[in-house]
């Protein structure tokens, strides 16, 4: 029983590992160490220095997207969550769909909504907020320029939603 216990432990810190990468060390862990540690990412883009980003959504019930960046050295420099209210803060009215990527990585695609009415297009985030509770992160463009129109966030419960697991997340 207890053999059983050590393997089950050791099977959990692996997978939350893989899942944020948290086991990777900056300035020594290479690109193929992050892939194989973290899985392919859904995102990657090199920059004109060299340097990568690579994006790792967990949703779409998951509540954390992942990016990581690679300096022009080949070696990890940073993973953050970027689903936080520093990564929303960022989005501003007048950016383009590619900077909303760049920063908040891929939405779930099943939660992308067209209103043609208001010829707007919808990119939805799922994120744990300040309170412990399940919330969206919302993008609003215009439709025929894919420029941010503006952002909002609600709570599950304020949509209703909590019948779909629980309002509450941990962090």
């Not at 099977?11 to 060390?25: Q, V, W």
Request: hydrophobic share 40%; aromatic share 10%; charged share 20%.
């Amino acid at each position: 029983m207890k053999r059983l216990f050590s393997i089950l432990a050791a099977l959990l810190l692996t997978a939350c590992a893989a899942y944020s990468g948290s086991g990777l060390k900056p300035g020594e862990a290479g690109v193929a160490d992050v892939i194989r540690v973290m899985g392919a990412p859904a995102v990657r883009w090199q920059n004109p220095d060299g340097s990568e980003q690579l994006a790792y959504p967990r949703g779409p019930y998951g509540y954390h997207t992942y990016m990581v960046r690679v300096g022009s050295d080949g070696k990890l420099q940073l993973i953050e969550n970027v689903l936080e209210p520093s990564g929303f803060a960022q989005v501003k009215a007048g950016m383009t769909k590619d900077q909303i990527l760049r920063i908040l990585g891929p939405s779930y695609s099943g939660w992308t909504t067209y209103f043609k009415a208001r010829d707007e297009l919808v990119w939805e985030w799922r994120y744990c907020d300040d309170w412990k509770e399940a919330a969206r992160f919302n993008v609003l463009f215009d439709g025929t320029t894919g420029i941010v129109r503006s952002a909002l966030s609600l709570r599950e419960s304020q949509m209703g939603l909590c019948d779909m697991g629980g309002c509450l997340c941990s962090r």
